[in-house]
């Protein structure tokens, strides 16, 4: 699936299935549901739900639990718009 399939999908009441974890918690988020996007990666131990996780703590704010979450991913943190860094992992995770 590529990235602006994966965004056509938003339109849909569940997700497609056979996402993995951290895309279906993106998924989620995209649709305004925070909570149910980090129970999804909160769960998950892989560095890809981390990276998500750290995405969903800088958008609610919290600064300090997104930069250990970041660390959790080996990624640097994200300095530029939310839009711009959900579309940046996303692409990731979709192999792009």
């Given at each position: ?94 192999g792009e």
């Amino acid at each position: 699936m590529r990235l602006e399939e994966f965004r056509a999908t938003l339109n849909d009441p569940q997700p497609p299935a056979g996402l993995s974890v951290p895309l279906q918690a993106l998924w989620y988020e995209a649709k305004g549901d925070w909570e149910r996007a980090h129970q999804l990666v909160q769960n998950d131990p892989s560095p890809e739900s981390a990276w998500v996780h750290a995405y969903l703590h800088r958008k609610e704010g919290d600064i300090g639990n997104a930069h250990y979450w970041y660390r959790r991913a080996s990624k640097p943190p994200f300095s530029g718009d939310f839009e711009s860094e959900w579309a940046q992992i996303a692409a990731h995770l979709l192999g792009e």
